[in-house]
């Protein structure tokens, strides 16, 4: 059995992508603990979260196959929370617009052996100069509250927010690193 520590509506659509059986299980953790730690790297931070949700998801489901992930965006090393609303998201918006922030997904996979494999992706996401009116359409039409850096990039319109992208695998950007996902449990 494999489950799928996450209730992101965005996450469970991309994992069904990949055409393996799977079933949900909400792992929610107090991601503020961890994202006001000092003394960790944003890298580490998204895979300490990852880790905490595949290991409280193993503790309901020991002999399954846990996958679990956690995406933190940052500008200059502050990390950017979800933002929640359309005012907090177009303050975010506007910050990042023209400049290049970046969007850090850790995604693991914890076997019922006790092994543990994980994945880090960095997307560095350079944003276009927008006006505010431009910013805020956007935002009326994806609703992109709940998302880390406060934006869709797997929407039309959330891609059309950006200039330049660079990352390994673009599966990434949308929670799940697929190719890893992928190349692990098939």
Known sequence: MIVLATESPYKIEQFQSLGIPFQTYAANIDESKVQSLSDLSVAEKAKLLANQKALKAKEKYPQATIIAGDQIAALE??????????????????????KEHQLYTANCILKPNGEYLEALEIAKMQMHELSKDDIAKYLEMDKPFDC????????????QLFSKVEVGDPTSIQ???LNFLKEQLT
């Open 77 to 98: 090393n502050q990390v950017l929370t979800k933002p929640g609303n359309f005012q907090n998201n177009l303050e975010q918006l506007l910050m990042l617009q023209g």
């Open 148 to 159: 880390a850096g406060g934006y869709k990039y797997e929407s039309t319109a959330g891609n």
């Open 175 to 177: 929670g799940l690193c």
